[in-house]
Nanobody, 120 residues
Framework: VQLQASGGGLVQAGGSLTLSCSAS????????MGWYRQAPGMERELVAT???????VYADSVKGRFTISRENAKNTVYMQMNSLKPEDTAVYYC???????????????WGQGTLVTVSS
């Protein structure tokens, strides 16, 4: 399974960006897809997740500004980011959890990361 993310870039504070990520290599529907981010010197943190049924979870810091969505048939997840702030600057990682374990390990994958830079 491979996750291909795109959509990062440089934007001014108050601007918008849309990230997308597609999971390929398996025809099985992904259970939970999500976005995490890691700023320099910081630990990776959850931004938002969405289940195949459409249930969402957001970090408090992005509620009301970011919207996560997905296309189940394409195993693709999107994140619309509005009202961006300099503190949103980070590498954003896509994550896909298929919801089962293989050899005791969660069958889940990370994308390569896409950089979002918000200038003040």
């Amino acid at each position: 399974v491979q996750l291909q993310a795109s959509g990062g870039g440089l934007v001014q504070a108050g601007g918008s960006l849309t990230l997308s990520c597609s999971a390929s290599g398996s025809s099985v529907r992904v259970d939970v897809m999500g976005w995490y981010r890691q700023a320099p010197g910081m630990e990776r943190e959850l931004v938002a997740t969405i289940t195949s049924g459409g249930s969402t979870v957001y970090a408090d810091s992005v509620k009301g500004r970011f919207t996560i969505s997905r296309e189940n048939a394409k195993n693709t997840v999107y994140m619309q980011m509005n009202s961006l702030k300099p503190e949103d600057t980070a590498v954003y990682y896509c994550h896909a959890d298929y919801g089962w374990k293989v050899a005791g390990l969660q069958y889940a994958f990370w994308g390569q990361g896409t950089l979002v830079t918000v200038s003040s």
